[in-house]
């Protein structure tokens, strides 16, 4: 799936500055020294000038710079923490794919993380003989559709010679190098029109960053390819095990019959999967992954002129190519509805789609006016008409835009008993409502400022701010039509947009009913013959230690101080204030936390939900949600097992009437029979549907059923007979009753704690003095006035303990669900919490099994290419007196699964050693902690966390102390101790017609759980 990073920022007026470039926007000059010599690019003979392009009054400060070669190149500081988003942003995705390979720019995407011939080697030129024999044999293998025991032979040679290969390479290395630096989230996507590479740097290690960076664009050699080809085959599986996947796919090709937006998929076809070109990748490769056909977008603590120094330092020498022009296929229009139906076990839905003008276009700015009117989370026509007043369990708009062209997609789920053609009714109508220009004159202003609101949230977010620069790079517009972009959507009317939703919204529908039953066409990708590749735990390339050696600056970490951090003072007696300022943007979000939930009662799970289907005093429910709309401000109650939150939040300038409004909705909210009988309905709807997804299935209800029993935590609900007794007034005599129990008050907004009584002069007063100035209420007054609690608040009822049961048995549980893989977990029990092992559980995880660098990682798919996604954690509980858990997961076909039990059962029980790993997981968490900064509301729910543990410091404090003195004979004692040999239970879904029972039965005594038994009802 494409990610949408679209990242709406207003547009500003050009203004003047020195020095002008080439274009007509204003540019400014850098004049810069160069540094010393790189690791693989030399160092520029003389000063260079650095021209960039930039917007006056821009609120990200973005630099442009364009390098010699057409490197593209966008900055924009933010010192929020030492670190940096970086983003590798490629003009070329799945729609450049051949037809005759598709799928592969994503795979691609996976070779690039494999390495150079300098990266990833042991003896270059020793593995490339046995690569480019491999490169041969996929062509050969190709043409051998028609003759399976030719091919079979053939694969036969490709998989000896892959381990011949394997010997001289050094398998992860670029993730070695990402978890050494301290690096987060390294991780890329392909869609459509674009393969993203992503990073989030310390600050201090821009220069290795960028070295390896252009080690990889520079070159891309297909190491490992079989091996990783069959991850792919697990990724290709879980979508074919994902109906919202197989939906939006016959969405696409219905909607674009000719363009490869509908007649290619991102991940490709079995057929491409299985018949590989090694040889039309390197071209792909070559043609696409060039320097002016790339742009980086770094956004963090960095310096411009040193930044785009270093930049140019590495990648400046790259040559450029002409990239080959995509003629994209025009698709003639939709005349008449098309229909299509998908059957799968998930449950049921109906999807519409449009087909619109691309997202660079003004109907690509009106289309995402279109969708918000439709659904904007609180007063949208679906919002209400729909979701507000139950006539369907959900619904919702959402929009895929690209460069083309761009998809509307409305969708909803039926309540019980509801066929999806009326729920298509309903969707079509609210559709009708914006034709008609039937909606609120004052829906497009609030849609407006509320979009500002998140734009100015999302400016906290280095990730967000670098995804607007990329974002604008594959659109292949200017910053500052790109800003333009939100000016336009500021102006667009009520009567823009009813012209645009008759002239686009017509018979040119496609309609896609996903209903639950068993697909006739499911398929799988087969197993292939793969003998496992060494692990090469403890070699490292020339260039690895090379780089690694490089000097950068030491960054100390800052850890929270509660004590500094938070002020905390009383609102009143009992009810205690912990207060953060904002002195970054005008936001604010206020929380009451009481500590209570549906383990002291089940009912408040079902009293927090109803409260969205209430009005007060002379507003409606709806009327409710416009009205906080209008006020850019919005707010949730949820009840967690032990926990209840009541947040408001939003523009701080309107906090006391939205706070007043919110007050009253708590403390006086009108019962509704006919919204508490539609919720039941919807309720026991949902439970129905939960028994249809595998997550659920497995995350929630099986591991809840093994750690509890079958009374527990998941299972303490009301059951449907409760349900349809509860009364309207017994709920909302339950919410009144909410504000009188002992809670606290955390706020983060830029409000002062006490009343300001030095803001500006009143007009026409004579002096300072206390009456000639504007009050400014501070929050204590404020809250004091408005939230509405007795004089002396009661402690929250006694919870319901769930015991914790032994697992002492080995056992294997398994649940019957019709899917192509298997997935497993292992899960054993541990100690109680103890802060003590907080160290020892983070070195342990770091190296094991918590990431792409880590020993089950690199074990299980990349040596034996059992699975796409595997790992393990020892896991630490989230409140004093509850036990650790080791939680260990493999998802891969179930003819695979007795080799992949194996395979994660031999880690667990003789942990592999590599002191190399051990000292890169040392690296990736001392220059994690020091560059990380907890900051914002954050401080808040970091002290939340803490307490529960029964902490009043910042634990990373201990963990970056300790860990870097661990050895390895430490962590195997922890290991020993805690892992190797322990009782565990095995939870199993799959499909009971692909299920090795025996293969189950060597692990414990196997028992099927029904879904009545995990679910309770």
Request: glycine letters at 6%; one cysteine or more.
């Amino acid at each position: 799936m494409k990610k949408n990073f679209l990242l709406l920022i207003p547009a500003l007026t050009v203004l003047g500055v020195a020095t002008q470039c080439q274009s007509s926007k204003t540019a400014s000059t850098a004049s810069t020294t160069p540094a010393a010599a790189p690791v693989t690019a030399a160092a520029p003979a003389a000063p260079k000038e650095y021209r960039y392009e930039s917007v006056p009054g821009d609120p990200l400060g973005v630099r442009i710079y364009h390098l010699d070669n057409g490197l593209t190149v966008y900055l924009s500081d933010y010192k929020d923490a030492p670190r940096i988003q970086t983003y590798l942003a490629v003009r070329a995705g799945s729609k450049n794919d051949p037809a005759t390979a598709t799928g592969l720019a994503h795979y691609l995407e996976h070779m690039v993380f494999k390495g150079t011939s300098q990266l990833g080697t042991q003896d270059w030129a020793k593995e490339k003989v046995e690569l480019d024999k491999i490169e041969a044999l996929y062509e050969v293998y190709r043409g051998q559709r028609n003759d399976p025991a030719a091919r079979k032979r053939t694969y036969h040679q490709i998989d000896s010679i892959s381990g011949v290969a394997a010997r001289y390479a050094v398998p992860n290395e670029y993730d070695k190098v990402m978890g050494a630096i301290g690096a987060k989230g390294s991780n890329a996507h392909t869609s459509n029109e674009e393969t993203v590479y992503q990073e989030d740097i310390p600050s201090n290690q821009l220069e290795k960053w960028a070295a390896i960076q252009a080690e990889r664009l520079r070159e891309m050699v297909p190491r490992l390819f079989h091996t990783e080809l069959e991850a792919v085959y697990e990724e290709k599986n879980r979508g074919l095990d994902s109906d919202f996947n197989k939906e939006f796919e016959a969405l696409n090709a219905a909607l674009y019959p000719t363009h490869p937006y509908g007649t290619q998929t991102t991940i490709g076809t079995i057929e491409h999967l299985q018949n590989p070109s090694i040889t039309e990748i390197k071209k792909y490769f070559g043609q696409y992954y060039v320097p002016n056909n790339v742009a980086l977008c770094l956004s963090g603590d960095l310096d411009y002129d040193q930044t785009i120094r270093v930049i140019d330092k590495y990648f400046g020498a790259m040559p450029s190519k002409p990239v080959p022009a995509f003629n994209a296929p025009v698709e003639k229009p939709l005349t008449a509805p098309i229909t299509k139906e998908i059957l799968g076990p998930q449950s049921e839905n109906v999807m519409l789609g449009f087909r619109l003008p691309g997202k660079a276009s003004k109907d690509g700015v009106r289309l995402r006016m279109l969708d918000k009117i439709l659904t904007n989370g609180q007063a949208g026509l679906i919002d209400l008409d729909l979701n507000q007043q139950q006539k369907v369990l959900e619904a919702a708009s959402f929009t895929d835009l690209n460069d083309d062209y761009s998809t509307h997609v409305i969708y909803g789920t039926p309540r019980q008993g509801q066929k999806l053609e009326e729920v298509k009714a309903l969707l079509l109508g609210e559709l009708d409502k914006v034709k008609k220009g039937n909606f609120p004159d004052w829906l497009i202003p609030a849609i407006i400022n509320n979009e500002k609101l998140t734009r100015t949230k999302s400016y906290e977010s280095n990730e967000a701010r670098a995804s607007a620069m990329y974002e604008a790079f594959i659109e292949r517009i200017d910053w500052k039509d790109y800003l333009q972009q939100q000016d336009d959507f500021g102006k667009i009317t009520k009567a823009e947009i009813v012209k645009f939703a008759n002239d686009n919204y017509g018979p040119n529908v496609v309609t896609v009913f996903k209903r639950t039953g068993t697909d006739p066409n499911k398929v799988k990708v087969v197993k292939p013959a793969i003998t496992p590749v060494p692990a090469n735990r403890d070699v490292a390339s020339a260039y690895y230690k090379q780089l690694t050696a490089m000097p950068s600056t030491e960054l100390q970490p800052v850890f929270v101080d509660y004590k500094k951090d938070i002020q905390e003072t009383e609102i009143k007696p009992g009810l205690p204030l912990y207060y953060t300022h904002n002195a970054e943007n005008g936001l604010f979000n206020l929380s009451y936390v009481f500590d209570l939930g549906k383990n002291n009662d089940p009912r408040w799970s079902l009293a927090t939900d109803y409260l969205q289907y209430l009005g007060t005093g002379n507003y409606t429910a709806a009327q409710l949600q416009q009205e906080f709309y209008k006020l850019g401000c919005s707010f949730n109650v949820s009840s967690g097992p032990d926990r209840i939150f009541v947040t408001l939040n939003g523009l701080d300038s309107n906090l006391e009437p939205a706070l007043k409004l919110f007050e009253q909705l708590l403390n006086a909210p009108k019962p509704d029979a006919v919204a508490l009988k539609d919720m039941v309905a919807g309720v026991l709807k949902q439970r129905q549907d939960a028994k249809l997804e595998k997550r659920v299935i497995l995350n929630q209800a099986m591991v809840n059923y093994v750690k509890y029993g079958p009374k527990n935590p998941f299972t303490n609900i009301l059951s449907e007979k409760e349900l349809k007794a509860v009364k309207p007034e017994q709920l909302t005599a339950l919410l009144k009753k909410l504000p009188t129990y002992q809670h606290r008050v955390l706020y983060y907004g830029p409000r002062t704690r006490e009343d300001d009584l030095s803001a500006t002069p009143r007009p026409g007063s004579k002096g300072p003095g206390r009456e000639g100035m504007y009050k400014r209420d501070g929050v204590v007054s404020i809250i004091d006035h408005l939230h509405q609690t007795p004089a002396k608040l009661t402690p929250a009822p006694a919870a319901k303990d769930f015991a914790e049961q032994p697992l002492k048995d080995k056992k294997v549980y398994w649940v019957d669900y019709n899917m192509v893989q298997a997935e497993i977990l292992f899960l054993t029990k541990g100690d109680l919490y103890s802060k003590e092992l907080a160290p020892t559980l983070a070195l342990y995880n770091e190296y094991f099994g918590g990431g792409m660098g880590s020993i089950v990682f690199q074990d299980l798919r990349e040596s034996k290419a059992l699975a796409y996604s595997a790992y393990s954690g020892y896991n630490s509980a989230d409140k004093l007196g509850r036990s650790n858990y080791n939680l260990s997961y493999i998802g891969t076909q179930s003819d695979k699964l007795p080799e992949a039990m194996a395979g994660m059962e031999a880690l667990l029980t003789d942990m592999p050693v590599a002191e190399a790993n051990l000292e890169i997981a040392k690296n990736a968490i001392r220059n994690s902690i020091s560059t990380e900064r907890i900051t914002k509301e954050n401080i808040l729910m970091s002290y939340e966390r803490a307490k529960r543990l029964g902490l009043d410091y910042d634990i990373r404090r201990d963990v970056y102390a300790s860990t870097q003195k661990m050895t390895f004979d430490e962590l195997k004692k922890f290991q020993l101790a805690k892992v190797h040999g322990q009782n565990q239970v095995i939870l199993v879904i799959g499909s009971k017609d692909r299920l090795n029972f025996k293969e189950l039965a060597k692990y414990g005594q196997v028992q099927q759980l029904t879904l009545k038994e995990i679910f309770g009802y």
